[in-house]
C-alpha cells in the first residue's frame, strides 16, 4: 500500500494507470487493484477514464488514477506515522556502533 | 522399382512433406490467434468471479479488457512470448484477486459469519429445547422428517442428535444462537 502511494506522491498532478502501476511496483494485478479499489473507496484516489478514440491514438483508453487533494494530505500523514512506526528509538542509535552490532563486546 | 515408380513415390512425398508443412503453419497460426483469446476467457472468468452488482464497477469501467489488451498486443509482434507470459501473469491475477478486488470494495460473502470461523462452536452444545422449536426449513433434508403435520419430527436417541448436528447448516446454527 505504502509503496503504491509512494508513486503517487511522487507528482501528485501526474496520473497514473494500471499497467504502469503493475511495472514500476512489480506486482500483479491480483495485488494492485484491490489496492486500488481500496484507496478509491477510501477518496485518496480519483479514477478517470482516458477521452481518446482508440483508432486515433492506435492504444486503447487506459483508466487513470490521481490522489485526491485530502488524499494527498491523509497519504503524507499515514506515512509520517508509519515511519516513525519503524524509527530506530534514540537509545538504540546510542548503542548502535559497529562491533556492537556484529556482537562483539 | 522402376524409374518411373521412384519418381512418382520422390513426388508423393514431396507433395506430403508440402502439405504437412502448410498444415502444421497453419496449426501454428491458429494456436498463436487463440492463445490471446485464452488470456481474455481467464479475465472474462475472473468477471464471473466478481459479485453481480460489482462487475460494472470493478471490472468494466477499471478497464481490464483494455488493460489487457495494451498488455499483449504492445509488444505482440516483438516478443510475442513476453506478452503472452505478462497477459496471462495479469489474467490470472485478475481472477485470484477477483473476490479480494470485492472486499475491498466492501463487499461480504453472503455465507460469511465471522463469529463462527473464528470461534467455532459445537452445535451439540445447543439445548435440545430450541432444537424442537425448529421447522423442518430449517434443516437439511436428512435431519428433517417427512410428517403430514410439516414438522420436524426428532428421535429421542442421542445417536440421532449426533447425526443431526453433524449434519446441520451454517445458517441454522447461526439461527440458534441468535435465537431468529
Not at chain 1, 487513470?64 to 488524499?71: D, E, I
Not at chain 2, 460489482?54 to 477499471?62: G, I, N, S, T, V
Request: glycine residues 8%; proline residues 6%; contains cysteine.
Amino acid at each position: 500500500m505504502a509503496a503504491v502511494v509512494k508513486i503517487f506522491l511522487r507528482d501528485v498532478a501526474e496520473p497514473q494507470f494500471g499497467f504502469n502501476l503493475m511495472q514500476q511496483l512489480r506486482i500483479s494485478a491480483g495485488t494492485l487493484y484491490p489496492l486500488l479499489t481500496k484507496l478509491r473507496r477510501a477518496g485518496w484516489l480519483a479514477a478517470e477514464t482516458e477521452d481518446i478514440d482508440p483508432k486515433i491514438a492506435g492504444r486503447p483508453a487506459r483508466r487513470y488514477y490521481t490522489l485526491t487533494p485530502g488524499g494527498a494530505v491523509a497519504a503524507v500523514r499515514a506515512l509520517q506515522q508509519s515511519q516513525a512506526l519503524y524509527e530506530v528509538p534514540r537509545s538504540a542509535r546510542r548503542v548502535g556502533r559497529p562491533g556492537l552490532a556484529r556482537g562483539t563486546t | 522399382m522402376s524409374t518411373i515408380g521412384l519418381v512418382a513415390a520422390t513426388l508423393v512425398g514431396v507433395v506430403a512433406l508440402v502439405i504437412g508443412k502448410v498444415i502444421l503453419d497453419l496449426i501454428g497460426k491458429e494456436i498463436e490467434g487463440r492463445l490471446p483469446g485464452l488470456c481474455f476467457a481467464v479475465l472474462h472468468l475472473a468477471r464471473r468471479r466478481l459479485p453481480a452488482e460489482m462487475r460494472a464497477e470493478l471490472h468494466d469501467e477499471a478497464l481490464l479488457e483494455e488493460e489487457l489488451r495494451t498488455i499483449l498486443f504492445h509488444t505482440y509482434h516483438e516478443r510475442p512470448i513476453t506478452s503472452l507470459i505478462n497477459g496471462f501473469t495479469f489474467a490470472f491475477g485478475c481472477l485470484t484477486g477477483a473476490r479480494r478486488n470485492a472486499r475491498a470494495a466492501g463487499w461480504t460473502p453472503r455465507h460469511h459469519h465471522p463469529q463462527s470461523r473464528f470461534t467455532p462452536t459445537l452445535a451439540t452444545q445447543t439445548p435440545l429445547a430450541r432444537v424442537a422449536q425448529l421447522t423442518p426449513g430449517h434443516l437439511t433434508d436428512r435431519a428433517a422428517t417427512s410428517q403430514s403435520d410439516g414438522k420436524a419430527h426428532f428421535l429421542a436417541q442421542p445417536m440421532m442428535f449426533t447425526a443431526l448436528a453433524l449434519t446441520w447448516s451454517p445458517r441454522s446454527r447461526t439461527q440458534l444462537r441468535t435465537g431468529d
